[in-house]
């Protein structure tokens, strides 16, 4: 079954304190992708990595890091957390557009607060 | 850059009626994808229904239907016989056919709608 899961679902931490936000997808899709969805904002996105090793910038980048080691894992980074990056974030992935795959599928979402 | 708006933040319906919902974009482009993404409380993002622009027949899936109205970048959702399992948030989202490998979505800002027994 085609699955993208994120660890953990649901984190409270405190503001400085570092942490890490992991995606992994079994599709053995070359793109994924981060997103924060915010009340009032809708979904925006965050970094996006287009295969192992290529990572860039999305809309809404300050405070976040990524990596892409491997193909199938694609961790979010806030070395030093602060109550603005309160939100529910999505991790995503998808297939090539070449082969009409254009939709995104999500994972779970982990709910992040930041006190 | 691309906008798209959702001017009903909230709604609300019988159990079994017909809803449309309203979706609006932005753009210069003339080739890309149009979607509706169901959040139900669980969270989970589900891809409803998608549009190609180059189509001029709408999507339709089931109960779900859209009218793609490209001239007036329009692109409403109707849900009909609805159910309460449809209630959820309810986000029309906007992607590029092609952006150089990060064909990312540009979200609304949803439209929660309650379907009322």
């Known amino acids: 079954e085609a699955q993208v899961t994120q660890n953990p679902r649901y984190l409270i931490t405190v503001t400085g304190k570092k942490l890490t936000v992991t995606c992994s997808q079994n599709?053995?899709?070359?793109?994924m992708s981060w997103y924060r969805q915010d009340p009032g904002l809708g979904l925006r996105q965050i970094y996006y990595?287009?295969?192992?090793?290529?990572?860039d910038k999305g809309d809404v980048p300050e405070g976040y890091k990524v990596s892409r080691k491997e193909k199938r894992n694609f961790p979010l980074i806030l070395e030093s957390p602060s109550p603005n990056q309160t939100s529910l974030y999505f991790c995503?992935?998808?297939?090539?557009?070449?082969?009409?795959?254009?939709?995104?599928?999500f994972g779970p979402g982990t709910r992040l607060t930041v006190l | 850059a691309q906008t798209v708006t959702q001017s009903q933040p909230e709604m609300s319906v019988q159990e079994a009626e017909t809803v449309t919902l309203s979706c609006t974009y932005d753009?210069?482009?003339?080739?890309?994808?149009l979607f509706w993404y169901k959040q139900p409380p669980s969270r989970q993002m589900i891809l409803v229904i998608r549009?190609?622009?180059?189509?001029?027949q709408n999507a339709t899936e089931n109960r779900f239907s859209v009218n793609f109205q490209k001239a007036a970048k329009s692109f409403s959702l109707k849900i009909s016989d609805s159910q309460l399992g449809d209630t959820a948030m309810y986000f029309c989202?906007?992607?590029?056919?092609?952006?150089?490998?990060?064909?990312?979505?540009?979200f609304g800002t949803g439209t929660r709608l309650t379907i009322i027994p």
């Open positions: 995503a992935t998808r297939g090539r557009l070449t082969r009409g795959d254009p939709e995104l599928l």
């Open positions: 599709m053995n899709h070359e793109y």
């Open positions: 990595s287009m295969n192992v090793e290529v990572t």
């Open positions: 753009t210069s482009e003339n080739n890309y994808y």
């Open positions: 549009q190609e622009a180059y189509k001029q």
């Open positions: 989202a906007f992607m590029k056919h092609y952006d150089f490998g990060n064909e990312k979505l540009t």
